[in-house]
C-alpha cells in the first residue's frame, strides 16, 4: 500500500487518472514475459511527459520508493516484475513520434511507442531501422533501449544499441539528463548514451530517443535448408560465416520447435527434419542472386537434404513471422518454458549445439533449440511445468551448467535478454569480480538509494561457479 | 534461476466467506489453461479494448492475470473484476493470435458463468431483458417467430412510421434509435415454413446437410437463409432443416448462462443426430463458432460427450462446405451483361477465429465475375457488435465501428459482405451512421452469392 501522503504527491503530477492502486491495476502490473516471476506493485502510474516522469521521481525520491518503468512487458529476464513493490511506471502513453528527420536519417520519439507501429511507420518513408526483436509486434522502443533487444537481422545489423545515438532520460533524483543528439561522432566525455542502453531501467527512466535510421535494402531473398541432423545445420551456420558472406538473418529450428511453430502458424513446414535453417539476405539484387546461390552450395556441402527458396515476399515474411512465434508456440508442448539466450562466438555455434543437448540428457530434461545461430545466439528451451517442483529443479540445474559451457567455449550468459532477476545470480561468472564492483559503483552513481528497479542485475547472492571438467 | 520461486505477496483482505463468487470461479475455471497462458503478450495488439484502452488489465493477458489472481486466492473477485470480464467483446482475436494456443473463449466464459450466479449488478431492465430473452425467447423458435411476425406488424402497420415521426425514438438512448432504422424487415415465416424441409441436390449427390437455420437469422434474414438452401442444392448436396432444432445458445455461453448454453446444444444434438446428416451446415459465424464448442460444453457429460463430439466434428460454414466440398461455376455472375462492382468483405470474428475459416469466404469472392474483390484493412478485426455487445457496451462498441468505418469507406466499395446476421446489421449500422447508403450496401456473402448463381455459367 502505497501511503495517502505519497499518493496524494503523484496525483498532483499526474491528474487522479493518472495513479491507480486498485488491486486490478496491481495484480496485471505484477508479471512480464518471464516464467515464474510475480510480485505485486503497490501502485501504478501513467505518465503522459517528461515533467510528469521527473515530478513522480522526485516525489518517490523524497519518499525512498522503488520505481520500475515498462513498456509492454515482454521481457524475458524478469526485468520489470516490481519484486521490491513500490510504484510501476507505464510508458505507454507516451507514444509519439516527435520527428522523423529526412535530412540527418534520425526518427526522435518517446519511449511507449510500440516498435513494429514505429518500423512499419519508417518503411512507408523509405527508410529502415533494423532491430526487430520477436516482441516487436508488442514491444515498445523504450523497453528495446532499456533491455537493449536484438532480434532476428543482429547478426548483419546489430542490436538497438546500435541504433541509438541520443536520449533524454530521468534519474533517479527527478532531475533530466539529455545525452548524445543526431550526431554520427561524439566523444565528448563518457558515452552515456550507450550505457543507458541495456541498463535495464536501473540508472535512469527513458524518456525520449534519437534513432539512427538507414537506407532499406533494394532486394531481398529468404530461404529454407533442411537437415537431418542438428549438428550439421549447427556446422553450417559457422560455414556460412567462415565463408565470409553475412546473411541479414540466419535462424536455426530443431525439430520440436519445428512441428510448434507449424502446429501454430500452419504453414507446412517439414516435420520430419531434424533441423532447418531460415536465412535470408538482403543487399544489392546481384549480391543477394550470389550470396544466395553460394550459401545454397554450402548447406548442400554441409549434408542438408533440401533447399528451398521463397516463391515471393509473401511467403518470407510468413516464415520469418512463424520463426517470432517459436518461443511461446514451444508452450504447446507443456505449460511453463523456460528459455535462456547463451552465447558464443559464431564459430562455436555446433559445440554448443551439442553441450546443449548433452545437458539435456544429463538432467533429464527436455530442452529445445531454436535462435539467431547466425549471431551465436541459441535460445535453449525448456519445455516444464511450474508446479512439478522436482523437475524445475532439475531445469535451474541443467541452465547453470549451460551457462557454464557457454562461458567456457568463450561466450556468454545472456546475449539479448538482459539480466534482471533470473540471470543476475551469474553475472559475475561473466564479468568477474572486478567487473561487478566497477557495474556496482556505476549504479551508485547513478542512483543511490537504489530506487530505479531494485532487485535486478545485482543479486543478493551470486551463484559459486563449478567449472565442470571434460575429459 | 536460482530466485526463481513464486514471489507473490498476498493481497490485503483476501478472505472471503464460503459460496462467494470468488469460490463458484475457483470451482469454474480451468486451472489447466490458465496455466497455459506463459505471459508473452502476443495477443495484446490484436486485441480491441487493449488497443482502445492501451490498459493491460483491458488485454486477454491481463484477463488472464485475474483469473488465474482469483483461481490462486490473490485477489477476491470485485465488481471492477466482473466489468472488465464483461467488457471483453468476445471476439476471439486473441486466439487466432496466440502461439500457445490459449483457449480464452473458453475461460471468459467459465469466468462470465462464475460471476453470473452471484452477480447483483445488472440494473433491473437489464436483469429482466436477460430473462426474458435468454430462458422465454431463444430457447422457443416459435416464440421468436412470434416476435419475429409482432416486429414486422409494427413495421408495416404504420406504426413505424408514427414512432418516427413524432419523434417517439428520440426517446430511446441514440444506439437504439439507429439500431431500429436499421432493422431488417422480419418475418414469422422461417425458411422452413417457406420452402419445407427436405431439398434435394441439382445433379448428383456429394451429401446430405443439416442446415442450422439460426433465431436472428430465420426471423430477420429468411431470405438468406433461403438463399443458403438454394445455393447448397446448386452445388449438389441434399439439404435438410431437422424441425426439432433450437437455438444454438451462443449468447448464453458468452453471457455466462453456460448450464442454459449446454440444455440448447442437447437439443441440437438430438435434432440433427436424427436426421442423419453427413454435415451440419452454418451461415451465421456466431452460431457455428457455438455449434462447433458443443464437444468442449458437453465433455464432462458421459452420456452425451461421444454425440456431442459427433456434432462438433460435422460442423462447417456455408462457404467454407462451398468451397471445399461443393460443385461450383467457374465463375460466379457473368461479366458481360453484369455491371462490375467493387466487394469488400468484414470477417465475422467467430467464422475467422472460432471456426478458423477466413480463406474459403475470400476465394468464394475472388471467383464472382462482375465483381471485384478488395481487402478491407483490418478486416480480422471486430466491428463492434459481438454478440449482444453493442446493446450492452454501446460506448466502445460505438468507438470500434467509427475506426472500422474510417476503413470501409476507404475501399470504396459498392457492397460490404459479411457472414454473420450481428456483424451485418453493426455494418448496416454504420453505412447509416456515415451517410453512405447512397453508395454502399451491407449483404450477407451467401445472397451475393447466390444473386449471382442464377445467372453462373457452370
Redesign the interface.
Known sequence: ?LPDVVKRELEAVLGAGGVKD???????????????????PDAVVYPENTEQVSGVMKALSRHKIPLVSRG???NLC?GT?P?N?GVVM?M??M?RILEVDMENLTATVQPGL?T?QFATHIESLGLFYPPDPS?M???TLGGNIAENSGGLRGLKYGTTKDYVIGLEAVLASGEIIRTGGKLMKDVAGYDLTKLLVGSEGTLAVITEATLKLIPPPKAKKTMLAMYQDLYDAARTVSKIIENRIIPATLEILDNPTIR??D??AKLGLPLDMAAILLIEQDGDPETVERDIRVIEQICLDEKAVRVEVAKSEAEALKLLTARR?????L??LR????LEDATVPRSKIADMVVEINRIAKKHNVTICTFGHAGDGNLHPTATT???DQDEVHR??AA??EIFEAAIRLGGTITGEHGVG?????FLEWKVGETGMAVMKAIKAAFDPDNLLNPGKVF???A?KRVVIEHG | MADSATLIRPANGTSAPCGSMGDTLRAKLDYEQLTNCMRCGFCLPACPTFRETGVEAESPRGRIALMKAVADGLMEPDRAFEDQMNHCLGCRACETACPADVKYGQLIEQARDGIERHTDSHRPWVRAARRIAFKGLFPHQKRMRLLGGALKVYQKSGMRAIARGTGLMKLFPKHLEQMERIMPDASYKGVAERIGTVHPAAGERIGTVGMFRGCIMDVLFTETNVNTVKLLQAAGFDVVIPPAQNCCGALHAHSGERDGAAELAKGNIRAFREAGVDWIVSNAGGCGAQLAEYGHLLHDDPQWRNDAEWFSARTIDVSKLLFEFGRLPETFGDAKTGERVRITYQDSCHLRNGMKSSDAPRKLMNRIADAEFVELFEADRCCGSAGIYNLTQPETAGSILDQKMQHVKRTEAHYLLTSNPGCLLQMKLGIEKEGLSDRMKAVHIVDFLAERMKSARV
Not at chain 1, 22 to 40: C, E, F, W
Open positions: 500500500m486498485d488491486p486490478q491495476s496491481l495484480v496485471t502490473h505484477s508479471y512480464d514475459g518471464t516464467p515464474m516471476q510475480q510480485a505485486l509492454s512487458g515482454t524478469g516484475v519484486v513493490g507505464v505507454h502513453r507514444n510500440n513494429k516482441s509486434a508488442v514491444s510448434v511453430v502446429d501454430f512465434s517459436a518461443f511461446t508456440a508452450a504447446r505449460p511453463t518454458t523456460i511445468d511450474a508446479r531445469v535451474e541452465f547453470e532477476i533470473v540471470k543476475a545470480p543479486a543478493k547472492s551463484r
